[in-house]
């Protein structure tokens, strides 16, 4: 099946600073691409769209210059957390599209200290 | 009402049991259903995905879907622990702007 990676997978960072998390998919081109965030015990919350050359769409209740999604090229798309805060520690996964199936990263846990 | 429910348990059943997980769903422009594992701190892996009514297999999982009723089953046969996850349904439209809505969740355990 197609391959989707994510880096990195863990991330520890201060208060007030950005985290740039990657999400690229390996062996397929996507068009499209996602992210969630999660929290523990809870499913998964879309947080935005990315296509590929134009700009994400994203949830109501997403703040889009908060969370600057870039997908520049049809195998890597970029979520750069801006002023991270304790409140943006996360599981935050990616996910592409191959064929109308979506295919998930491994995530990436960000501790905002 | 929820576009997709899901029963968020937690299950926990002995090792070889049948194991049956469902979610029900409401908007009748769903076409494709998918069921993905989950296990803690990783990201979703797919298990299964099916277009048509009826029943799909692939070695101890099936899938059922019932377009009907909106409703959308997976068994696990012969059970294993290391089947212990959190399984998550999700569908979707099929349309070009189309977008993935998953259940909440079902958390199983599986006891040796």
């Known amino acids: 099946g197609a391959v989707v990676s994510q880096h990195p997978s863990w991330v520890i960072c201060k208060s007030g600073t950005s985290v740039k998390i990657e999400c690229r998919s390996l062996d397929f081109q996507a068009t499209t691409m996602f992210w969630y965030r999660q929290f523990p015990k809870q499913s998964l919350m879309l947080m935005a769209t990315?296509?590929?050359?134009?700009?994400?769409?994203?949830e109501q209740g997403v703040e889009k210059d908060k969370f600057l999604i870039n997908h520049a090229s049809l195998t890597l798309s970029t979520l750069t957390v801006t002023s991270a805060h304790p409140e943006d520690s996360s599981f935050y996964i990616c996910?592409?599209?191959?064929?109308?199936?979506?295919?998930f990263g491994p995530g990436t846990r960000l501790l905002v200290l | 009402q929820k576009e997709v429910e899901q029963d968020p348990g937690p299950l926990s059943v002995p090792e070889g049991a049948i194991v049956s997980l469902n979610c029900t769903y409401s908007n009748s422009a769903f076409q494709y259903f998918m069921w993905y594992r989950q296990y803690s701190r990783k990201g979703p892996e797919l298990l299964m995905y099916?277009?048509?009514?009826g029943n799909k297999e692939d070695g101890r999982f099936t899938a059922q879907v019932d377009k009907s009723s909106k409703y959308i089953s997976l068994f696990i046969r012969d059970s294993q622990p290391s089947d212990s996850a959190t399984y998550l349904c999700a569908m979707g439209t099929g349309t070009s702007y189309d977008k993935v809505i998953f259940g909440p969740g079902t958390s199983l355990s599986v006891i040796p």
């Open positions: 990315s296509n590929e050359g134009s700009k994400a769409t994203y």
């Open positions: 099916t277009y048509s009514s």
């Open positions: 996910s592409a599209r191959d064929r109308g199936t979506q295919y």
